[in-house]
């Protein structure tokens, strides 16, 4: 790999690394690695890993190579463009319990979407998806939905659930605009699907922010799922919903296979774990979830809600259980629960509220439903005034 330092750049070779220290690939699959890799010289636009060669250890390596070197030059270093979805597909060999995996990652919130789909019927769930939202326009717009409903269509999909792990507090959920828009393209709307607690989470922001009764119900949401429910996505496809409380009580995980979509639980290794600083949060709840994802075995894979990469990498949606075992900086092994408590409430002690934090909630206890109009046409959230000195 050496030759191909004058013609790459350091995520590049990053990535290379990470290959080579695979040690189920073969020199074949290798040499496969480094010929994309050698096409992704400065200033070149990266391959497109075609779908139907995404398998094993050779899709990981190739797919978060892709991930690294694709992107805009900064300053001699990869970055990606931070304001337009970046889409991959990893493809599992067909079979009854793996699902065809589309990832979306939505670069002003932060936030990792999933299209999951039966690779026999095309039969398919979407998982947090988002809608764009201007706090200085006070526009909501649909860019990133769009490329959602996009990508179903030139796959072909027919969509049977929108899936939200939780009630989130930093980025607009798009799952009634998406079944709105479905609902006139298939035979039937697709069903959305929360964790049973989210009544927690709408009894605490609908009183906060003075919402009408009828606003906030467990009954915006079409399902409320109960721990470890196992529900179909097709006739050859099943998941189970996981509780994974600790960022919120409400906080669900969905597994297909050897596939966890785990939402703002675990992040990426170099990043640890989501804060717990909300109501109704536990330091040591999220400490018992990611115990329970690492109970897993090594291979199954992980998919975050959310990340936030370093200068040093883009983003990447996924790791094993082995590697958070190994690398995750706050839950890794020999990290025990006091420790974890101790780390995870000194952080949060110093982080920021959600930029949008108060339109989030009161969309997304909705469902994602718009609040109605009043008699003047408005359509109105509740933000609250902050007041300097006395008055």
Known sequence: MASLAPKLNRQCLLAACRCIAEPSLTNRQLAGVARRLHSWRVGAPPLLVPANSCSGSTSRCESRAWDLARGTRTSGLTTYNKHIPIST??????SSTEPIINSIFEPVTG?????????????????????DYSPTSRCITTTTADAVLA????????????????????????????????????????????????????????ARYSLPPSDYHPL?????????????????LFATALHLPGHTPDHMGYQFGTNIFCGDSLFHADVGTARCDFPGGSASQLYSSARRLLSFPDHVKIWTGH??????????????????????????????????????????????????LHQSLQMNVRAGKLPGKTEYGDRLWHLPVKVEGEW
């Open 220 to 236: 915006m949401f079409d399902h409320l799922f109960s721990d470890d429910e196992v529900f179909p996505i097709s006739s050859s």
């Open 307 to 356: 990340d936030y990469p370093p200068g040093t990498r883009g983003p990447e949606a996924c790791m094993t259980v082995g590697m958070h075992r190994m690398e995750n900086k706050h839950v890794r092994d020999g990290v025990d629960e006091m420790e974890f408590v101790k780390l995870r409430r000194e952080r949060d002690r110093g982080l920021k509220a959600p930029r949008l």
């Open 151 to 206: 990508l179903i269509a030139q796959k072909q999909y027919t969509i049977t659930w929108i899936l939200e792990t939780h009630a989130h507090a930093d980025h607009l959920t798009a799952a009634s605009y998406l079944k709105n828009r479905l609902t006139h393209t298939q035979s039937q709307p697709p069903t959305i699907g929360i964790g049973s607690r989210i009544h927690q989470v709408q009894s605490i922001f609908g």
């Open 111 to 131: 936030t990792w979407q999933y299209v999951v789909a039966d690779a026999a019927t095309f039969n398919a769930a979407i998982i947090d998806p988002v809608l």
């Open 89 to 94: 597909t990893k493809t599992c060999t067909p």
